[in-house]
């Protein structure tokens, strides 16, 4: 049976950013076969270190918009793997190169940016298509229409050591401005029907699933477009961030009582310095909703692990594996021609279904790039 795909050309692209999720999404779209990858950094020895094969590499001052849009000239899309603080630079200059834009950012004004420069524009600018915002984006929508009149709906999402040891059980596993971030940066949400501003670390529930304890609070940055789109159509919704039980009270002091909130490249020293990362975690989505359906008021719930693994030969943690598979999942299925082909794309606009499917998307459901393995996916 001849595979769809092998008829369509081979896609050249741009990745910005060498450091971790940068290097796993290489190694997805690479392995496709469908795609030509360069991977662009100013660091030569990040660079170096960048041990995917079949990957071009171009060291260049990525925060120099006038070198960097000439790198992506001829290129189908750029993939932005860099800090938030490099968002509007990298998405000025993929308009400026006609490039479509992609990128993992939780930043607000970031994000606020690439939103005003798709106006108009003739390319997809597609931000916030990690984990969260991004997958559970399209797995909290995809709950919303299910009901006829939406009451709540809270997201909860956790990167979470499998043996934690330490007494934040907590080891590191992305970004650590990303987390601080998280942190210290005011939550949007929407209360009694209106859109508001909540404090990070507040809201804070205790739940368990399947035996083991966990709490969950305010963090920024979850929802992404979601407050917009779901604006006047919600009385109540809320992005929580998923620790084990104690983690919160530690990360409050550090922050409130020793005053760290206003010291952020002290606290990432100290966490980089004290808490170690890990490959062995795990990635747990909640999703709970409520309202009214067929007359009746119902909840439904939405649950998915991602683990780590081995993805062709390499020991992958599933901080990268869901975050990686989320953007390449939304660049595929522009090659597909399953989402907008130009203008401002919200993760929510994806359909749940069209995401899973996809090659993608389905390592989220703990398959293998050609589709096998075993679903774990949990709907109610």
């Not at 999404?25 to 690479?30: Q, T, Y």
């Amino acid at each position: 049976m001849i595979d769809w795909r092998d008829m369509m050309e081979k896609w050249d692209i741009a990745i910005v950013g060498a450091g971790k999720i940068g290097k796993m999404i290489a190694s997805l779209l690479v392995q496709s076969g469908d795609y030509s990858v360069t991977v662009i950094d100013h660091s030569e020895q990040a660079l170096a270190a960048f041990a995917v094969d079949h990957c071009a590499k171009l060291c260049i001052d990525v925060a120099n918009e006038e070198q960097l849009t000439k790198a992506l000239l001829g290129k189908e899309a750029v993939l932005s793997a860099a800090p938030f603080f490099l968002t509007e630079v990298i998405a000025r200059a993929a308009k400026a190169a006609g490039t479509h834009y992609f990128d993992l950012t939780e930043d607000v004004a970031g994000t606020q940016k690439v939103y005003e420069l798709a106006q108009g524009a003739d390319v997809v600018f597609a931000p916030q298509c990690g984990l969260a915002p991004g997958f559970v984006s399209i797995a909290a929508h995809d709950l919303a229409k299910r009901f006829d009149k939406l009451e709540s709906l809270t997201l909860r999402v956790g990167a979470l050591p499998r043996f934690p040891t330490n007494r934040l059980k907590y080891n590191l596993t992305w970004s650590t401005d990303g987390l601080i971030n998280e942190y210290c940066n005011p939550c949007l949400a929407i209360e009694d029907g209106k859109l508001a501003k909540v404090a990070p670390l507040e809201g804070y529930e205790r739940f368990s699933l399947e035996g083991v304890e966990y709490e969950a609070f305010n963090t920024s940055g979850g929802l992404g477009s979601l407050t917009q789109t779901l604006d006047g159509k919600v009385e109540d919704l809320k992005y929580l961030s998923i620790r084990y039980p104690g983690h919160r009270e530690i990360i409050s002091l550090l922050l409130k009582d020793l005053g760290l909130e206003k010291r952020r490249d002290l606290l990432k020293e100290v966490m980089e310095t004290a808490i170690p990362a890990t490959h062995q975690d795990t990635v747990l989505v909640f999703i709970t909703a409520s309202g009214m359906k067929d007359g009746q008021l119902e909840e439904i719930s939405y649950l998915n692990r991602v683990e780590s693994r081995e993805i062709g030969g390499t020991l992958w943690s599933a901080i990268q594996i869901s975050t990686a598979a989320g953007i390449c999942a939304t660049l595929d299925l522009l090659r597909e021609g399953k989402i907008a082909s130009k203008g401002f794309v919200k993760q929510e606009d994806i359909r749940l279904d069209d995401f899973l499917a996809n090659r993608f998307g389905g390592l989220y459901e703990g398959r293998d790039l050609d589709h096998g393995g075993h679903d774990r996916r949990e709907a109610a």
